[in-house]
């Protein structure tokens, strides 16, 4: 590993030790000092800012990335307030799970405790700088960040404005480094720093995410890729799900909670795919629909194999009729990413049967998959959402950014090969 990188790590090891046991009231305290240095800063950071989606136009990054790219003042103050809520939220470490006097008079108890060091790698928007900073710092933990070199100018401007303030905190300013470098090998050493890195998050494409988890000797916490499924169900209230899918589709198409396939009982296709395609064309959204759904609009495209596994992030969808619910749900097996799945129907039987049966981090029953957010499940902020079934699944808030110690507590006990023995 570079001299550069191994500074970086071992000062968010040291950091990450003197953060964990400290108690709530400093941990917002530095929280508070953030959001307050990044309002004064705006100036500083717009200026770096600028260098960034400079770099960008030049070479041909489109608008719509752009946007994601650009920082202005009132996007500053946005970053600055959800850092203030994330100081508002409970904190999680220290929390008992669990407790019980056991049989020989040890009390045993199961204790929220900071995972330690967590590096981040993530694409595009630079706010995800700051948001990963709060919630890692809220829950007692060290970051090392590896944003998009796209980013780079106005990552470093963030986190130097950052460190800045904590200075003056009793939170050590070691505990938020930026990764330095901007080549791919920065990112390798990031995920070759086992000992030095105890978990790594990747935020990103579905390309990312995998680079990250095969290549990667840290432990990782899989993310965010969504292939989301809405099955239409023989006893589904037509109108209503019509507008689901619509909602589910396009009302934030590039996120991964967004709606990229679906399927409909055939029992009810003749009545909801005309009224599907109308709707979904008013948005502008493309169809990639089989043959059944083909009969219904001669706009629809021909669905490939490929399409099924599409992350679409886009205004496009794919479609098919399906026989029979446990036919969805074996589609839904296939081609899902164990994201968010949504069923609509009026049978309580039904929303049982493919609740049960689909093993997706969250399954929606008559509601939009759009709702799969940490602030939305009311967790205030969210690293990301978890497609895994290891540590933490689904939206991943701060208790999900803490690991569990055991402490037991005793009066002099002593394990002998007759039992327990306590003095006196």
């Known amino acids: 590993m ?18 964990a046991p400290l108690p709530r009231a400093p941990k917002d305290r530095a929280l508070r000092a953030v959001a307050d ?13 600028a260098k960034d989606v400079e770099q960008a136009r030049s070479q041909g990054t489109s608008e719509a990335m752009i946007d994601r790219l650009r920082l202005d003042e009132a996007r500053i103050a946005a970053i600055a307030e959800a850092v203030r809520q994330v100081a508002d939220l409970p904190d999680p470490v220290g929390e008992v799970i669990r407790g019980s006097t056991l049989p020989n008079g040890l009390e045993l108890r199961q204790l929220r405790v900071p995972l330690g060091v967590i590096g981040i790698i993530y694409e595009g928007r630079p706010n995800v700088t700051v948001d990963a900073a709060a919630l ?20 470093s401007a963030l986190v130097k404005i950052m460190q800045g ?18 080549t791919r090998d920065s990112v390798k050493e990031l995920m070759r720093a086992r000992g030095l ?31 989301c499924h809405v099955y239409v169900d023989a006893e589904a209230d037509v109108d209503l799900a019509v507008q689901i899918l619509v909602n589910a589709k396009a009302q934030r198409p590039s996120v991964c909670n967004a709606a990229e396939t679906f399927l409909v009982h ?19 959204v493309t169809v990639h629909g089989d ?3 083909a009969r219904y609009g001669s706009e629809v495209v021909p669905v490939t194999e490929d399409d099924f596994y ?13 026989g029979s619910l446990e036919e969805a749900v074996a589609h839904i097996r296939r081609y899902g990413s164990g994201h968010t799945d949504a069923i609509i129907t009026r049978s309580q039987r039904a929303a049982r049967r493919f609740v049960a049966r689909v093993d997706s981090a969250a399954v929606a029953v008559n509601a939009s998959t759009r709702f799969t957010d940490g602030g939305e499940f009311g967790f205030g902020a969210e690293i990301g959402i978890s497609t895994q079934k290891l540590h933490a699944r689904g939206p991943m808030g701060l208790p999900e950014l803490t690991s569990t110690k055991w402490v037991y507590t005793g009066e002099g006990h002593m394990r002998t090969s007759e039992g327990t023995v306590v003095p006196g």
């Not at 890195?197 to 990782?220: F, H, K, Q, W, Y």
């Open 2 to 19: 570079s001299d550069d990188f191994l500074k970086v790590a071992r000062a968010a090891r040291e950091a990450a030790a003197e953060l």
């Open 37 to 49: 240095a990044l309002v004064a800063h705006a100036a500083e950071i717009v200026e770096a800012n």
């Open 136 to 155: 890692c710092l809220k829950s007692g933990n060290a970051v090392l960040l590896r944003g998009s070199s796209s980013a780079y100018s106005s990552n």
């Open 165 to 182: 303030a904590l200075e003056s905190t009793e939170v050590p300013s070691g505990a938020v480094q930026l990764v330095p470098g901007l």
């Open 197 to 227: 890195v105890d978990v790594l998050i990747p935020r990103g494409g579905a390309s990312l995410i995998n680079s990250v988890v095969e290549e990667s000797t840290v432990p990782v916490i899989e993310t965010g890729v969504g292939n």
């Open 266 to 284: 055939a029992d009810v296709a003749d009545v909801f795919v005309p009224k599907a395609l109308q709707a979904l064309g008013e948005a502008g």
């Open 291 to 293: 043959e059944r759904i």
């Open 310 to 322: 599409a992350e679409y992030l886009s205004l496009d969808i794919a479609a098919a009729v399906v």
